[in-house]
Structures are given as C-alpha cells and as structure tokens.
C-alpha cells in the first residue's frame, strides 16, 4: 500500500525550497549566492530573512531522510538494476546533460554580476558557455548528490543481503530514535571547518557529502520501518513542540549570523532543532496526511519537476528588478514569490512536452 505521507511531506518541503530561494536570494546574512540584499546587517535587520533560519537546518536532511526511505521500498519493488537505471535517467541526466541543454540560462544570470566587472572580455563564446552551464547547477547539487548514494547504496545492500542490519534498526524505540540525533550532529562535524578560499573545500560544504550520505543510508535502514514510523506518529506532538523551541532558541540567538557556515551548522543547538524538526515533519505527515487527492497527486509527480526549473525563475526575474528597477523591497519579494509558484509549473509543463528536452532536462 502505498504511503501518501511520503509524497505530500516530499511535495510540500519542494515548495518549501522555493520559498526558501525567494528569501535566500536577497538575502543580507552573508549567505553565499544570490544578488544581496537591500542594506546592511543591523542598520537593515531584514527580518524576512528569517525564513532562512526557519528552513535550512533541517528541509533538505529531510529529503534525503525521504530519498532514503523511498529507495529502500523501490528497490524491494524493482530490484537493483532497474531501480539503478531509472535513478540515473531521472538524476545524473538532468544534472549534467541538462546543463548544457537548460540550465546554462540559469548560470547566465548566476555570472551576470561578474560579467559585468569584465572578468569574462575576452573569453571566447564557447569556454563563456561552458561557464554558464557550470555556474547553472545550482539546486541540483541535490540530485548529484543522490545519483551518488544511490550508487553506494547498491554496495551497502550486498553488505547486508540478508537485511540483518535493516531488520535490527527497525527495533529502535522512540528514545533510540531521538538519540539519533548524536549521529545526525556527528555526521555535521564532517565538514571543513575552515575552508581554504583558493580549493574546493567550499564545494565540499555546499554538497556536504558524508553529511548527507548518512542521513540517507538513516532513511533506507531506519526510518523506513513501519515501527519506526508509528512511533513518530505517536510523539508527533512532543517532537513538534519541541522542535518549535529548540528552533526558537536557535533563531533568537543566532539571526545575524550566516547560517550556512561550517560551524553554524555543526553547533549542537543548530543539529538538535535540524534533528527534532525532520522528526516532527516526518510524525505529523505520518498520522495526519496520510491521503491524497487530484491537487496532492499532481504536485506528487510535478514536485521534481518544480524543483529543477524553479531557479531559473528566481535567478533571472530577481536579478533583474534588484538592477534595473527601482521597485520597493517588498513589492519584488511578492513578484518573486508569485512568480516562483507561477511560472515554474508552467515552464514545467512546457518542458515536459518537448521529446528531447524532458528526457535531458526532466529525466522523463
């Protein structure tokens, strides 16, 4: 039977990320990308900016957590092979084929900023293009990501072909499953703490691979037990409250900060709301949205596509009214975000019907 939590929880946290790139991308914390904000911290709090804090610890953990969970049912489904050939079809395809095809645009107003201090005069159109295609991964770093610890995951299943591992996890209680939380910030400490501007030791933090090949691998061996998740839906109200404080304290004593800095992120008080809160997602959806519907079940198969055409959307529409217009602050927010949530399904939908084009860029 299938598990309609899983796919509102997955669909309703896409929607999430869009928001979250409105905000992210005016932002004035010190967060990197985007086009910056409208002033200074403090002279200019933006407390818009909250949303950052709100989201980052814990809705892109949760994906994985779900990525996880769904590979562990798909697989039981399918078998490894053909599980393995549709994950490349819908993952690395997209994330490197459609660079080239699509997101070379989105890379295009990503280098814009640059481009015109001069720093590209000279750079023949060819090496220009491939830049752009470069520049333009963006959010899809995720599905890199994924496509990855999918692959891993087919060694680890030999490891344990006889779910000796998958069967013991599903014995955790209520309290084995908080104490997760241990590993969830040991898993962040993983990060370079003080990355050298001249490497890739900030392409390491951004994709944060140890970090989140964990919480997948979590996803497949624990959290997609049917005890696992019962016990989740039966504390979903002590879990929620408790991720409301702990995010509240963390917000009320960190907002200022950049909080996608190694060692934001790897503070015990930034894992314990990041852990608390997936938990709470995963337990609320578990014994509250457990359905589904015409709406549900569209954004259900849509949500992937949403997700890796949205930031085109954000990127050139943003970076066009922050240089060329002297709109007021709010009024590009409200255009942004109800660009976002417009133009995104639309440019979805014309995708999808394009033969070549969805297979490159949708992974169709």
């Not at 053909?82 to 295009?108: C, N």
């Not at 608390?276 to 015409?294: D, E, I, K, S, V």
Request: glycine share 10%.
């Amino acid at each position: 039977m299938r598990k309609y939590w899983i796919d509102n929880l997955r669909w309703v946290t896409v929607l999430l990320v869009l928001l979250y790139h409105v905000v992210y991308f005016f932002n004035n914390k010190g967060v990197f990308g985007g086009i910056g904000g409208f002033g200074t911290f403090p002279e200019c709090p933006q407390y818009q900016d909250v949303v950052m804090y709100i989201l980052y610890p814990w809705f892109m953990p949760l994906l994985f957590l779900l990525a996880g969970v769904s590979a562990r049912y798909a697989l039981e489904k399918y078998g490894g092979r053909a599980w393995f050939k549709a994950r490349t079809r819908k993952l690395l395809v997209p994330s490197t084929v459609g660079l080239l095809v699509f997101q070379w645009m989105t890379g295009y107003f990503n280098t814009a900023v640059a481009a015109r201090t001069g720093v590209f005069d000279g750079v023949p159109f060819i090496g220009r293009y491939l830049i752009c295609a470069f520049s333009g991964i963006g959010p899809l770093w995720f599905i890199q990501d994924l496509w990855l610890f999918s692959l891993i995951l087919l060694v680890v299943r030999r490891l344990d072909a006889g779910n000796r591992l998958w069967n013991a996890c599903g014995k955790l209680n209520i309290y084995g499953i908080l104490l997760l939380g241990v590993v969830f910030w040991a898993a962040e400490q993983l990060l370079i703490r003080n990355p050298r501007p001249e490497s890739a030791d900030g392409l390491y933090n951004l994709y944060k691979p140890l970090f989140y090949l964990t919480v997948f691998l979590m996803g497949y061996f624990i959290f997609s037990h049917e005890r696992v998740q019962e016990a989740l839906g039966k504390a979903r109200t002590p879990l929620l409250c408790c991720a409301l404080v702990a995010g509240g304290v963390l917000i009320g004593t960190t907002f200022g900060q950049n909080n996608t800095t190694p060692q934001y992120l790897c503070s015990p008080l930034n894992c314990l709301y990041g852990w608390l809160a997936c938990l709470a997602m995963m337990g609320c959806f578990q014994a509250r949205f457990n359905g589904t519907g015409a709406a549900a079940g569209y954004l259900s198969r849509a949500s992937f596509g949403f997700y890796i055409v949205h930031y085109l959307v954000i990127a050139s529409l943003g970076y066009m009214m922050k240089t060329y217009t002297g709109l007021p602050a709010w009024s590009m927010y409200v255009i942004l975000t109800l660009a976002v949530f417009t133009l995104s399904p639309l440019l979805y939908e014309i995708l999808r019907r394009i033969p070549f084009v969805k297979w490159a860029v949708l992974g169709k």
